[in-house]
């Protein structure tokens, strides 16, 4: 078994910073992309950013400039950065993980149980 679980959501004022952090832990033999996700109130999950193992990083359009995601390999952690944090920035975000339990088993995708982030203005 795989757990996902995030910290570092809250309530910030409109251009503050948060920064939200996802370990993974369980029976764990090699991590391919990690990323972040949003979902807004009456609306479907959408992707944030993501990363993978190599480094390699990809944003929505609506946070580019404004949030970084980065991992630590070594911890099995993937973080995201979030400057000049906006209203519309308010969801609940998710962590992801593409996670292969054992070599001779397939990669499956796990979630995070999820962490509120509330942009006041």
């Known amino acids: 078994q795989v757990q996902l679980v995030e910290s570092g959501g809250g309530l910030v004022q409109f251009g503050g910073s948060l920064r939200l952090s996802c370990a993974a832990s369980g029976t764990i033999f090699r991590i391919n992309v990690m990323g972040w996700y949003r979902q807004l109130p009456g609306k479907q999950r959408e992707l944030v950013a993501t990363v993978t193992g190599a480094g390699s990083t990809n944003y929505a359009d609506s946070v580019k400039g404004r949030f970084t995601i980065a991992r630590d390999n070594a911890k099995n952690e993937v973080y995201l950065q979030m400057n000049s944090l906006k209203p519309e920035d308010t969801a609940v975000y998710y962590c992801?993980?593409?996670?292969?339990?054992?070599?001779?088993?397939?990669?499956?995708?796990?979630w995070g149980q999820g962490t509120q982030v509330t942009v006041s203005s």
């Open positions: 992801n993980a593409d996670i292969r339990s054992r070599s001779y088993l397939p990669s499956y995708t796990w």
